[in-house]
């Protein structure tokens, strides 16, 4: 997609749909709307008066301008009450315009940001997730589909009054692009179906995108993993013939001495419950439960990109949960890399089995915070739903940092509790701990158990993804199918800091 920005009137710039975003209070809207209306016979207007069209929080209406004015269609897009406008809701209205276009086939869409402004938002950063969302709203899955439609908005342009700071807003758009490429990245390996999303493949793609952008990227084999005695992720690919991959990717963009960030995404290709088989209904979904990595990589992807001043690592351990002949069992009991001992109660909870070990070679990595990225929990969909990850940690400035983030990128996420008085669920009679936490809670206990791995001097949050990292039916904003969470989450709270520290 192509995005650009232009000193242009309204009245004669060139495109099949002008997007004119208008709020429900009349005061609120526009001037150039009445000098339109004017040429146009008083149209909107009319619509208006008839109710037709009230500025409704996602109401969008269509009108053609038959040549009077440079653009051949307009759509009026409802942005709500001003005063209850926030800034979630640009997110969804982006998708909500970028839905409804896919619709009428037009290949472009002009945008006024005349007297773009937020409160909270600079004009520059506006532009930058205005252009990172129409990037997000132009995604399509149809890689299977024999016969491919392709009905998505090719070029959106902005059009302002001045072309002073061109240059900033330029450099704001490409930002933009990138992050929404990095997230439909992460979208188009999540969505993969799971016979052709295998461990290895996950790891050619990684190392595709490495050499893309000239960084590290390091994979490791079964043999290597149990040779470093990871014996909880090693345990979880025994039941599969598709051999596991430990990827390692390392991006230096920071000073030398700079201890980097690290990011770890649970990498199950598909799981089926293993031994502890799921049942077979939506089963299928299990083809994102590799999520975590997906948002590992496609951050990697972006923050190289845009060659942002930092390091920072990405962890992925990959493998299929399978009950197979060789798996591992309800009863069993592994050592991890750590020392720590773990009794397996169920093998559908093998995501932080995995995770435990990719942990602690996180930790060996001496890095500055470690933020790990799971789908992790039903338990967590039944907490939060769908419109939010929960996120858990060790340090509180780090949690709340993850939270701001969260608001400023769309992708929000709410705070569980992680007090000790949850740790005492996952103890075990026979080992150091248990992998179920066996009562309510799931993904509280699930996040105890995963703070075993981490030392109590490292900074680290948990992101649980379960409800977020895809969309079972089609939102007005959004379509079915993976979502890419966690990667303008992620790059948005490197950019914070970059900005404050
Ligand atoms: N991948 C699942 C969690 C999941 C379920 C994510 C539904 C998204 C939607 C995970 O491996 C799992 O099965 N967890 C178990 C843990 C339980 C056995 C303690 C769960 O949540 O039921
Ligand atoms: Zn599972
Ligand atoms: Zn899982």
Redesign the pocket.
Known sequence: MRIKIIKEDIIKAKGESLIIPLFEEKAKRPKFLKTIDSILDNTIGKIIKKGYFKGKLHEIYLLPTYGKIGSENIILVGLGKEKEFILQNIFQIVGTIGQYIKKTKFKNAILPVYNLSLPFLSKGELIRILSQEFVSAAYSFNKYKSEKEDNNIKEIIFINDTSREFSTLKKEINSGIVIGESSNFARDLSNAPPNEMTPLILAKEAKMMSKKYKINCRVLGPEQIKRMKMGAFYAVAKGSRNPARLIVIKYNGGKVNQKPIIIIGKG?TF?S?GI?I?PSK?MD??K??MSGASTVLGTLKGVSELKLPINLIGIVPSTE?LPGGNAYKPGDILKTYSGKTIEVL?T????RLILADALSYGEKLKPSLIIDFA???????VALGYHASAVLGNKKELIDEIIQAGENSGERVWKMPLWKDYFTYIKSDVADIK???GGGG?TIT?AAFLNNFINEKTSWAHIDI??T?WVEDTRPYVPKGATGVGVKLMIQFILNRLKTK
């Open positions: 199950i799981d419950g502890s799921k939506d979904k299990m994102h439960d949960n169920n559908d909870a093998e995501g789908t992790l929990t039903g338990a967590c969909v992998n179920t936490g799931g699930a379960a409800g990292a």
